[in-house]
């Protein structure tokens, strides 16, 4: 193997390499996609020869005679990494997996005009699916009072219904069994009412178990759970995986008073930034007015790029991306 780049087959040696990173996203987490159902498909793990500097996590998948390298949430650039390095990175990873790979790669780290420059000139280019980078918010939760003043006049109207109706804050974690399935069942009905797909199971939030950087927040109201959120905290980020209201919930307006709170613990707890996650036009328009009601600054994702030595291959892929996404990009 090419010494511009380190395979790493174990998923302790993984999260070790990846401690040094400031920023790392919940996608590229070992025990996030050591359960996750890839239905087969190989997992493949890399770090640049420069500590801290490049990590790339993603699944190769085989179909219809083409092989994809998958990214989500990343690659990881570091501090440390520069365009040396990441050239040479990219080179060998090309070589690692042949030329008739495409590599996909879908980054949720903020944008740097240098970063893009550095992908395309390693040969990267936006997929026919993706012409803009993506937009999400980030939530500053350093500052409670600035917090609180941040919120949009319906947050706060909502917040006070909720406290004036006794809706309870909770922290708890994924260790328990019951708090797994409370928070399936919140999201599952929620993901139901949207008319969304769902992606998550049991199995998959039970992998998660172990790693005390995923972190469960409830509403309750006479014990009752109402609303619930899983967040990824990672330094002194933190990003929003999963939640979900029920119809109760709704009524007592148990989502805006537990993201309220879980802004102001995640702040307390020396989180700097919260990720609110993908926002932009499309099906799902109340979830974006929702999140805009936090008063947070949108941020551009580095968003998708694919590099492929025919350029026919992406047109195709990414083509069959955007119809199958269209209702958001």
Same mark, same amino acid.
């Given at each position: 193997?090419?010494?511009?780049?380190?395979?790493?087959?174990?998923? #302790?040696?993984?999260?070790?390499?990846?401690?040094?990173?400031?920023?790392?996203?919940?996608?590229?987490?070992?025990?996030?996609?050591?359960?996750?159902?890839?239905?087969?498909?190989?997992?493949?793990?890399f770090t640049s020869a420069k500590p801290s500097a490049v990590a790339v996590q993603g699944h190769l998948k085989r179909s219809l005679g083409i092989t994809r390298f998958l990214v989500h949430d990343?690659?990881?650039?570091?501090?440390?990494?520069?365009?040396?390095?990441?050239?040479?990175?990219? #080179?060998?990873?090309?070589?690692?997996?042949?030329?008739?790979?495409?590599?996909?790669?879908?980054?949720?780290?903020?944008?740097?005009?240098?970063?893009?420059?550095?992908?395309?000139?390693?040969?990267?280019?936006?997929?026919?699916?993706?012409?803009?980078?993506?937009?999400?918010?980030?939530?500053?939760?350093?500052?409670?009072?600035?917090?609180?003043?941040?919120?949009?006049?319906?947050?706060?109207?909502?917040?006070?219904?909720?406290?004036?109706?006794?809706?309870?804050?909770?922290?708890?974690?994924?260790?328990?069994?019951?708090?797994?399935?409370?928070?399936?069942?919140?999201?599952?009905?929620?993901?139901?009412?949207?008319?969304?797909?769902?992606?998550?199971?049991?199995?998959?939030?039970?992998?998660?178990?172990?790693?005390?950087?995923?972190?469960?927040?409830?509403?309750?109201?006479?014990?009752?759970?109402?609303?619930?959120?899983?967040?990824?905290?990672?330094?002194?980020?933190?990003?929003?995986?999963?939640?979900?209201?029920?119809?109760?919930?709704?009524?007592?307006?148990?989502?805006?008073?537990?993201?309220?709170?879980?802004?102001?613990?995640?702040?307390?707890?020396?989180?700097?930034?919260?990720?609110?996650?993908?926002?932009?036009?499309?099906?799902?328009?109340?979830?974006?007015?929702?999140?805009?009601?936090?008063?947070?600054?949108?941020? #551009?994702?580095?968003?998708?790029?694919?590099?492929?030595?025919?350029?026919?291959?992406?047109?195709?892929?990414?083509?069959?991306?955007?119809?199958?996404?269209?209702?958001?990009?």
């Amino acid at each position: 193997m090419s010494q511009d780049l380190n395979e790493i087959h174990d998923s #302790a040696e993984w999260d070790n390499a990846l401690a040094i990173f400031e920023f790392v996203p919940p996608g590229q987490a070992a025990p996030w996609s050591a359960r996750r159902d890839f239905l087969g498909c190989e997992m493949l793990r890399f770090t640049s020869a420069k500590p801290s500097a490049v990590a790339v996590q993603g699944h190769l998948k085989r179909s219809l005679g083409i092989t994809r390298f998958l990214v989500h949430d990343g690659p990881i650039l570091g501090k440390l990494c520069d365009e040396e390095t990441l050239a040479a990175f990219v #080179a060998a990873l090309c070589e690692r997996l042949g030329k008739e790979c495409l590599i996909s790669f879908s980054s949720i780290q903020p944008y740097e005009p240098t970063h893009e420059v550095w992908l395309r000139k390693a040969g990267f280019l936006r997929p026919w699916s993706a012409i803009l980078s993506p937009l999400t918010l980030y939530v500053d939760c350093s500052d409670g009072l600035r917090l609180e003043r941040g919120f949009s006049a319906n947050w706060r109207k909502s917040i006070r219904k909720a406290e004036k109706n006794g809706l309870v804050f909770e922290t708890v974690t994924l260790t328990d069994a019951r708090v797994r399935d409370d928070l399936l069942a919140l999201h599952c009905e929620t993901l139901r009412n949207k008319g969304a797909a769902e992606h998550i199971d049991g199995p998959m939030l039970e992998a998660l178990r172990p790693d005390s950087r995923w972190q469960v927040f409830f509403a309750s109201h006479a014990g009752k759970r109402l609303s619930g959120r899983l967040v990824f905290v990672s330094g002194s980020t933190a990003f929003d995986f999963m939640a979900g209201t029920n119809a109760e919930g709704r009524k007592l307006s148990a989502s805006h008073f537990l993201a309220a709170s879980i802004l102001k613990h995640l702040g307390q707890s020396g989180v700097r930034w919260f990720d609110f996650g993908r926002i932009g036009p499309g099906r799902y328009d109340s979830i974006d007015s929702f999140k805009n009601g936090s008063g947070g600054r949108p941020v #551009a994702y580095l968003g998708e790029w694919s590099l492929s030595s025919r350029p026919w291959l992406e047109f195709v892929v990414g083509t069959a991306g955007f119809f199958k996404r269209r209702e958001r990009w």
